[in-house]
C-alpha cells in the first residue's frame, strides 16, 4: 500500500506574506483560500500552511496565545475551516504547523505558571532557582529572570517564548488535545517546529563545552562554544515522535506528521523511527537541510543524492528543501539566475524523495535586503550594533524578513499582494515586473511553467514518484546524471549540466526520446544522442528492452 505523502509535492504557504484579503497589508486565510486555484493549476498536491493561531505576533505567528483559536489579523476559526475544505474539494492535502516546543508568554497557561510558586501549572513551564550554561538557539542565554517570583524559565528560541514542560503529563495531554482537535477539524497533518529540542535534561546539567561557534549543515548542535547534549536532540524526543504517529494514526493510517529537527543523518533516522513494510514507526518525514547550503557544483548534488540513497533506502524517504521562512531566499546563491533555478527544479522534482517548495521559488522571487533597524523580525534587533557586511562575511542571516516578502502575483504596485490602496506590511521585492506569476504563466518557457511542467511529469512518469535512483558513474566535467526506474517496466535518465559551456551526452544515452529540457536549445538529435545546454537539464526516457 502506497500513502500519498510518499509521492506528493509540497508547497508551504506564509500566511502573512502570501494574499491579503481585506485591504490590511497582512495575508490572512481568506487570502490563502482565494489562491488555492492557482496552487492546483500549478500542479502541488499539498500546501503546508505556517501558524496562524492567536498570537502576539512577536514572533509572527511562532508565539501562540491560543492554539485553538486563529489570530484576528488571519481570521476566524470558520475561515480555517473552510481553508481545510476548500483544500480537500480540490483533492489537495493540508498540513497545518504546530508548535508544541514553547507558547508565547502571553498564554494563558504560562500566566498561571509564573503567577506563584506554587500554582498548580508551575510546572507546565522549566523553572529554576539557579541558571547552568543552557543556551538558545539563537545563541544567548536560555534561562529569564522573572522578578514576580524571582526565579528563572527557560526558551531555547526567544525570551518571550517560554518551553513547555513535556515532562508534566498535563501538558502532554493538553498539546495532544491540540493536535486531536485539528485532526478532528480535518487537516491532513501537521509540520512540527523544532520538534528536536521538546524534551531537556530533567537534572539541568550543563551543556559540555566545545571548540566551535559557528553551526555547519549536519552539525547545528555543537555551537556557541558548547555541545547541546542536554537541550536538543534528547532520547525523550525520539520516543515522542513514535507517540505523535500513534496519535495521527487515531485519524487514519494516512495521516502525515513533517518534523523540524536538525542534527547528523544517524539522528534523523532515529526520528524517523524503525522500518516497517510500508514505512516508518516515527514521524513520516523529516527536513534535510542540505540543499539550503548547496553548492553550484555537479559534486555536491552527486554526492548527495549517493549519501541518501545509501542512508534513506525504502520505506524511508529523504526530503528535497531549498528554502523556507527562516532561511535566505536560495536563488541568491546564483545570483538571481532563473536558467539554473529551473535546473534546480529539474533536481528537486526527479531525485527519489519528497519535494518541498517555498512559495515564490517557482517565480524565483529574490530576497529583500531589509538593514536590522528596518526588520520586524525580533532575531534582527540583537543585531543591531553589528556591521550588515561583518554579519554577511559571517554567514549570518541577517533578518528573516529579507525571505518573507510578500508573494509577487503581479505587476502592480504591491504585486497582487494587496490592494495598492493598502500599505503592504514589508515592501515588495525588486524585479516584480517578470518575477511574478501573472507574466510567467503567459512565456512557455518561463520558471513558473518549467514547475508546472516538472510536477505533471512526476505525476505522469511512475518512475519519478516511485522507481529508483541510480547515480552515473560519469567523468564528464560538470555533469550530474542519474536514472530513475522501475523494474524492466520504465527506465528514466536525468542529465543537468553545471558547467556554461554544453556538455555531450552521446555515450550515456542510448535509444530513446527527450521528454523534457529546462532549455528550449536542447534538442534530440534523432536519438543519436544529445548535447546538454550550459546551465540547464532534460529528462530522458529509454526505450524498453
Known sequence: ????????????????????????????????????????ELGFETIWVSPFYKSPGKDHGYDVSDYLEVDPLMG????????????????????????LNHTSDEHPWFQESRSSLDNPKRDWYLWSKEKNNWISMVGKPGWNFDPLTKEYYYTNFLSFQPDLNFNHPGVKKSMFD???????????????????????????????????????????????????????????????????????????????????????????????????????????????????????RASFFKNLLIKNESVYPNPYLPTYVFGNHDQPRSIERINGDLEKAKALALFQFTARGIPIVYYGEEIGMRGGDFSTEEATDPLAKDLKLVPKWLLKLLNVFVTRDDARTPMQWNSSLNAGFTSDQSKSWLPVTSEKEFRNVEFQKKNPNSLWNTYKTLIALRKKEQALYDGDLKVFATETYGLLAYTRSCGDLQKLGVFINFTDQAVSINQLTGKGELIFSTNKWNVNEKGNGLAVAGNSGIVWRYEKK
Not at 481553508?83 to 483533492?91: C, G, P, V, Y
Not at 477539524?185 to 559557528?214: A, H, T
Not at 543523518?265 to 516515527?282: A, C, Q, R, V
Request: with cysteine; proline share 3%; hydrophobic share 40%.
Open 1 to 40: 500500500m502506497q500513502y500519498w505523502w510518499q509521492t506528493t509535492a509540497i508547497y508551504q504557504i506564509y500566511p502573512r506574506s502570501f494574499a491579503d484579503s481585506n485591504g490590511d497589508g497582512i495575508g490572512d486565510v481568506l487570502g490563502i483560500v482565494s489562491k488555492l486555484d492557482e496552487i492546483k
Open 178 to 296: 491540540v493536535m486531536r482537535f485539528w485532526f478532528g477539524l480535518g487537516v491532513d497533518g501537521f509540520r512540527l517546529d523544532i520538534f528536536n529540542s521538546i524534551f531537556k535534561d530533567e537534572s539541568k546539567r550543563d551543556n559540555p563545552f566545545v571548540f566551535r561557534f559557528f553551526p555547519t549543515p549536519d552539525n547545528n548542535d555543537e555551537v556557541f562554544f558548547q555541545k547541546k547534549l542536554y537541550t536538543l536532540n534528547h532520547p525523550k524526543n525520539f520516543e515522542l515522535a513514535k507517540e505523535v504517529r500513534k496519535l495521527a494514526q487515531e485519524f487514519g493510517e494516512d495521516r502525515c506528521l513533517v518534523g523540524e529537527v536538525s542534527g547528523n543523518d544517524s539522528i534523523l533516522k532515529k526520528f524517523l523511527g524503525e522500518p516497517l513494510k510500508n514505512s516508518t514507526d516515527g514521524l513520516n518525514l523529516v527536513f534535510q537541510f542540505e540543499l539550503i547550503h548547496y553548492e553550484w
Open 76 to 99: 476566524t476559526l470558520e475561515d480555517a475551516k473552510l481553508l481545510i475544505n476548500e483544500a480537500h474539494k480540490r483533492k489537495m492535502k493540508i498540513l497545518f504547523d504546530m508548535v
